[in-house]
């Protein structure tokens, strides 16, 4: 295989990675008031966010009250017969509410709005559509929560259109949250009409646009997920995310649904990050694409529950993941099992390939191991390095590392491709000693930063190991590609036998590659011919392309503090561009370019540290 060949391949399979990752990644257009009835409309919705977000309405303001108001009477418009639920406020709401507001009386009440829209049969368990209509003090909520809010009502409106439903639907519009979820924890279960319910759909916001994504469900939720896969066309979500967030101490309006045993599916936004809670969070701030998003897959999922003849029940969960937005695949924990059988196989079988291939040798594999490792503890440490100098690994305010999230975002995929750069050169320098240094001063750099010390240690060693044991010439093209895989093969393994649910993330890159190593080891290892860099293109864009909006997704839940588990998907990508990107010249221009890409991301890193706190943030976040 010619040099150019190999080289265009690459760049076409990054570039089409690239256009479909990013397509993924971006919220549909805004139907049209004109569109049908049936179908939802942001540009419909869009009056009902401009109304409830004209200033903010915190629980028992006046503006509150205003807010209640008009929500009570678009109900009515749609059919529905509004009915208030008072509660006096909780000692722990009444403390965020007092710390808000000194004047706040402690006989102060929050009122849920709930209400129901018939369906043919009454007796059937209903299906809720739930989100908060408070806001924080100071925040008009154009995303938090008015655009779930919004949803719903243009969701009621079309299935309305749509015919009577089999069951009927719940709408509940909750008080407190942002003082403790206040409103929910009164109405669920003890209301009356709670216990009617047979499943929710929260409706949530953690900023003012991006892809709307499916991140909590309800336990047992394999059957439920079945359905969901249905029914919605483009769906985003992850059993990971599911897990991670059950792992979080974060709660919504969803908790009180998931701690009774309730099945449910919980929707947020997460994009423009520095909206969240913010004093500028006006209607004109959201983005009325990820309104779109969430009311087309919300409204896909309610209408499949509201007219299904009986509602899945609870079974184990599933594993899931959608394909970069178009489609959810769906699998039991148990079959995890068989695709890393299958990937052991796939590699196995290149191994069988390649044994007479002079390119390749067992003992080599080691060396492509390490080579691995290399990047594993370097990767970690220049994430952990760069997020220490940008303080963003303990921050005093969070929603100040919100704000600054897309500069960290940015950051974060410099180290990745500076690490990656290193990797793809990595050979044994004319002194060996050198190979000691990159380890070694970003360990001591991590330790001096303050990080974690028994990771830092474990990771520089590691990494000064690595590349003191580097081959002279360099790991060759089929030994650093067969260990990549392996290692992926092992994390996916391990992940396996502790959290099934998280394993696919490395499983599926893992088995795609070692299917493509087995069809270029029996068919042309030594790369010589033109599908010799086509197989491996294909699979590095199979690979990549639904890892990008995965990445960006996952990056906006825990990046600020914890920008390292990064490390992750560098790992899959390092193993999906070897074959096609392994630098075998050229290793000063290649190291140039890395020390350019490090200066460029302590540059933003720096900027961070040192930028004034930042405009959007809540006033009342400075007294935390």
Same mark, same amino acid.
């Given at each position: 295989m010619s040099h150019p060949v190999r080289i265009a391949c690459l760049l076409i399979a990054i570039v089409v990675s690239l256009w479909i990752g990013v397509r993924a990644a971006t919220p549909p257009p805004v139907v049209p008031a004109s569109a049908p009835a049936t179908a939802f409309s942001a540009e419909r919705a869009l009056p009902d966010i401009h109304a409830l977000a004209m200033r903010p309405h915190p629980t028992a303001s006046a503006d509150s009250e205003r807010v209640h108001a008009y929500l009570e009477k678009r109900l009515r418009?749609?059919?529905?017969?509004?009915?208030?639920?008072?509660?006096?406020?909780?000692?722990?709401?009444?403390?965020?509410?007092?710390?808000?507001?000194?004047?706040?009386?402690?006989?102060?009440?929050?009122?849920?709005?709930?209400?129901?829209?018939?369906?043919?049969?009454?007796?059937?368990?209903?299906?809720?559509?739930?989100?908060?209509?408070?806001?924080?003090?100071?925040?008009?909520?154009?995303g938090d929560d008015s655009v779930g809010v919004a949803a719903i009502l243009e969701i009621l409106r079309a299935i309305r259109a749509q015919g009577t439903p089999t069951r009927d639907i719940v709408v509940l519009f909750t008080d407190g949250e942002e003082i403790g979820l206040s409103g929910a924890r009164a109405f669920w279960p003890s209301d009356?009409?709670?216990?009617?319910?047979?499943?929710?759909?929260?409706?949530?916001?953690?900023?003012?646009?991006?892809?709307?994504?499916?991140?909590?469900?309800?336990?047992?939720?394999?059957?439920?997920?079945?359905?969901?896969?249905?029914?919605?066309?483009?769906?985003?979500a992850n059993a990971m995310s599911v897990l991670a967030y059950r792992l979080m101490p974060n709660d919504t309006d969803f908790t009180p649904i998931r701690e009774q045993g309730l099945p449910g599916f919980n929707f947020a936004i997460m994009g423009r990050p520095e909206y969240y809670h913010s004093p500028?969070?006006?209607?004109?701030?959201?983005?009325?694409?990820? +309104?779109?998003?969430?009311?087309d897959q919300a409204l896909d999922l309610a209408s499949a529950l509201a007219t299904a003849r009986m509602l899945p029940a609870a079974t184990r969960d599933a594993v899931f993941f959608d394909v970069a937005g178009h489609?959810?695949?769906?699998?039991?924990?148990?079959a995890g099992w068989l695709i890393v059988l299958a990937a052991g196989l796939a590699l196995a079988a290149a191994v069988l390939g390649l044994r007479r291939h002079?390119?390749?040798?067992?003992?080599?594999?080691?060396?492509?191991?390490?080579?691995?490792?290399? +990047?594993?503890?370097?990767?970690?440490?220049?994430?952990?390095?760069?997020?220490?100098?940008?303080?963003?690994?303990?921050?005093?305010?969070?929603?100040?590392?919100?704000?600054?999230l897309p500069r960290l975002e940015m950051q974060a995929v410099l180290a990745c491709l500076t690490t990656l750069i290193g990797w793809l050169t990595l050979r044994r320098f004319p002194y060996r000693a050198w190979g000691l240094l990159p380890g070694a001063l970003l360990g001591v750099a991590g330790w001096k930063l303050g990080g974690p010390h028994l990771v830092i240690v474990a990771m520089a060693v590691m990494g000064m190991l690595a590349g003191w044991l580097a081959p002279v010439e360099g790991v060759s093209r089929w030994n650093g590609w067969i260990g990549a895989i392996a290692m992926l093969l092992l994390v996916a393994l391990l992940l396996q036998g502790r959290a099934p649910l998280v394993a696919w993330i490395f499983a599926w890159p893992a088995l795609i590659l070692a299917l493509a190593a087995c069809l270029v080891a029996w068919t042309d290892p030594g790369f010589q011919r033109p599908w010799g860099a086509a197989i491996p293109a294909l699979a590095l864009a199979l690979v990549v392309a639904p890892l990008i909006p995965l990445a960006h997704l996952a990056f906006l839940g825990v990046g600020?503090?914890?920008?390292?588990?990064?490390?992750?998907?560098?790992?899959?990508?390092?193993?999906?561009?070897?074959?096609?990107?392994?630098?075998g010249q050229g290793t000063r221009t290649a190291l140039v370019i890395a020390g350019a890409l490090v200066a460029v991301g302590l540059v933003i890193a720096v900027q961070v540290r040192t930028d004034p706190i930042a405009a959007t943030i809540p006033a009342y976040s400075l007294d935390k």
């Amino acid at each position: 295989m010619s040099h150019p060949v190999r080289i265009a391949c690459l760049l076409i399979a990054i570039v089409v990675s690239l256009w479909i990752g990013v397509r993924a990644a971006t919220p549909p257009p805004v139907v049209p008031a004109s569109a049908p009835a049936t179908a939802f409309s942001a540009e419909r919705a869009l009056p009902d966010i401009h109304a409830l977000a004209m200033r903010p309405h915190p629980t028992a303001s006046a503006d509150s009250e205003r807010v209640h108001a008009y929500l009570e009477k678009r109900l009515r418009a749609i059919g529905i017969v509004p009915e208030e639920r008072r509660y006096l406020i909780d000692p722990e709401g009444f403390a965020t509410l007092h710390r808000w507001n000194p004047q706040a009386s402690r006989a102060s009440e929050m009122a849920d709005i709930v209400g129901v829209l018939p369906g043919r049969d009454r007796t059937r368990p209903a299906v809720a559509l739930m989100a908060h209509m408070d806001t924080v003090w100071g925040s008009p909520g154009g995303g938090d929560d008015s655009v779930g809010v919004a949803a719903i009502l243009e969701i009621l409106r079309a299935i309305r259109a749509q015919g009577t439903p089999t069951r009927d639907i719940v709408v509940l519009f909750t008080d407190g949250e942002e003082i403790g979820l206040s409103g929910a924890r009164a109405f669920w279960p003890s209301d009356g009409v709670a216990r009617h319910v047979g499943v929710v759909i929260n409706l949530e916001a953690r900023g003012a646009g991006g892809r709307a994504t499916m991140f909590e469900t309800g336990n047992g939720n394999g059957a439920m997920m079945a359905l969901f896969g249905q029914a919605v066309r483009h769906p985003v979500a992850n059993a990971m995310s599911v897990l991670a967030y059950r792992l979080m101490p974060n709660d919504t309006d969803f908790t009180p649904i998931r701690e009774q045993g309730l099945p449910g599916f919980n929707f947020a936004i997460m994009g423009r990050p520095e909206y969240y809670h913010s004093p500028r969070a006006t209607a004109d701030r959201l983005d009325p694409r990820a +309104l779109q998003d969430m009311g087309d897959q919300a409204l896909d999922l309610a209408s499949a529950l509201a007219t299904a003849r009986m509602l899945p029940a609870a079974t184990r969960d599933a594993v899931f993941f959608d394909v970069a937005g178009h489609h959810l695949l769906i699998y039991s924990p148990a079959a995890g099992w068989l695709i890393v059988l299958a990937a052991g196989l796939a590699l196995a079988a290149a191994v069988l390939g390649l044994r007479r291939h002079a390119g390749f040798a067992l003992r080599g594999i080691g060396g492509g191991i390490g080579a691995f490792l290399w +990047l594993i503890a370097h990767g970690l440490l220049l994430l952990l390095v760069l997020n220490l100098v940008s303080g963003s690994a303990a921050h005093p305010n969070y929603y100040d590392r919100l704000a600054a999230l897309p500069r960290l975002e940015m950051q974060a995929v410099l180290a990745c491709l500076t690490t990656l750069i290193g990797w793809l050169t990595l050979r044994r320098f004319p002194y060996r000693a050198w190979g000691l240094l990159p380890g070694a001063l970003l360990g001591v750099a991590g330790w001096k930063l303050g990080g974690p010390h028994l990771v830092i240690v474990a990771m520089a060693v590691m990494g000064m190991l690595a590349g003191w044991l580097a081959p002279v010439e360099g790991v060759s093209r089929w030994n650093g590609w067969i260990g990549a895989i392996a290692m992926l093969l092992l994390v996916a393994l391990l992940l396996q036998g502790r959290a099934p649910l998280v394993a696919w993330i490395f499983a599926w890159p893992a088995l795609i590659l070692a299917l493509a190593a087995c069809l270029v080891a029996w068919t042309d290892p030594g790369f010589q011919r033109p599908w010799g860099a086509a197989i491996p293109a294909l699979a590095l864009a199979l690979v990549v392309a639904p890892l990008i909006p995965l990445a960006h997704l996952a990056f906006l839940g825990v990046g600020a503090p914890m920008a390292p588990v990064m490390l992750a998907f560098l790992l899959i990508v390092a193993a999906a561009v070897w074959p096609l990107a392994k630098i075998g010249q050229g290793t000063r221009t290649a190291l140039v370019i890395a020390g350019a890409l490090v200066a460029v991301g302590l540059v933003i890193a720096v900027q961070v540290r040192t930028d004034p706190i930042a405009a959007t943030i809540p006033a009342y976040s400075l007294d935390k």
